[in-house]
């Protein structure tokens, strides 16, 4: 199933996708699980309800002008509602077997590793019970699929096909949880996901660390010689990109969507020339070979997740804490104003772990005037910054509010404890030998 784009005019019914096994998804019943006494920050999401419903955004609100043949029950003129919001297109797309459900004929389907969700899917969820759903971006053996498996062992993985899909999966409560990647030790930080940071209102509850461990995986029988492709996603191929030269020179490089994606992609159509680079879970979920291990040009290589819920959590002290903010300089401040936001957090021994920028999209250019050469126009920037402290201390309190006098916009991302698990690269190694 294809995720429905902006452009795209393809009739909805024929997006619909076969009801999954019942296995998966029965009967469930939908729990709220707001706190009206839930933490509320300054200067971010509201702490009542009325706030979080304002701010779920309709997912089909791109397809309005999309073309659909009225049928029995519903069509163009059916309208639907999401969480108090009408759309005037039916998002039900996933049909939902029911007990009260007439047994079908048809006989059940072989399993498969669950399809990843895409933008048009993410209807009002079917309830999960006690067991945490867990939305990441990619398919089955993709690394963010062990990030959350690390962050909620015994989770219930969703996979979506996209950043933008498991942030809206966690707003409108298909999914408890999100875990997607900011940055790796190797490629740098994943600009997108912090641009939906600030596009939507969820908050950070956590961070886990993984190891990422790159394997070569072929069909069975492949030989490295004969591979004359190697694909996978942008940045695994420029992190293996001496070693794949060193022992497959002859392969061209190919980027898709993500890692796993590739694996599965190969097996699918079985292209015995073309050869991936993902994880071994990859391998086993997809029946492929690894013809090389740990085939990362620097053994050196993580990748930093983060964990996000609907509702921030309790900041504590009894161990380590970070706060994520983003925030907005105040223009009319004049010079020096990041050096005084900065000195905010300097002047309490405040730590900080990492500083990122990003152009403002509501407001990109900013005019200084300038006697000599006339009036000098500036990117305006977002800033995202990282500090070692709870905002349950007092000296974190006290430095944003100070930062406060010297911006224009202030939003805590959420104070979450840091991952303390202990890690150690992965060993070097030679590749294989294609047997």
Sequence with gaps: MQALSTSTTTNLKSLV???PAPS??????????????SVYFPNCVGHCRADWQSSCAILSSKVLSLEQPAEKGGGADHVAAV???RAAVDLNLVPIETKDSPASSVPAPVPQPPKALSISDLTPAPMHGSQLRVAYQGVPGAYSEAAAGKAYPNCEAVPCDQFEAAFQAVELWIADRAVLPVENSLGGSIHRNYDLLLR????IVGEVQMPVHHCLLALPGSRLERLSRVISHPQALSQCEHT???IAPQATREAVDDTAGAAEYIATNRLRDTAAIASARAAELYGLQVLADGVQDDC??????LMLAREPIIPRTDRPFKTSIVFAHNGGEGTGVLFKVLSAFAFR???LTKIESRPHRNRPIRLVDDGNVGTAKHFEYMFYVDFEASMAEV?????LAEVQEYTSFLRVLGSYPMDMTPWSPSPPTSGGDGD
């Excluded at 939507?200 to 908050?203: T, V």
């Excluded at 050196?300 to 997740?305: A, E, S």
């Design 300 to 305: 050196g290589n993580v990748t930093r997740f």
């Design 24 to 37: 998966r998804l029965g009967c469930r019943v939908v729990r709220c699980a707001f706190r009206p006494d």
């Design 200 to 203: 939507h209102r969820l908050h």
């Design 395 to 399: 000296r974190a309190q006290n430095a």
């Design 244 to 246: 794949i030269t060193r």
């Design 17 to 19: 996708r076969p009801a």
């Design 83 to 85: 969480n108090g919001h």
């Design 349 to 351: 021994n405040i730590s």
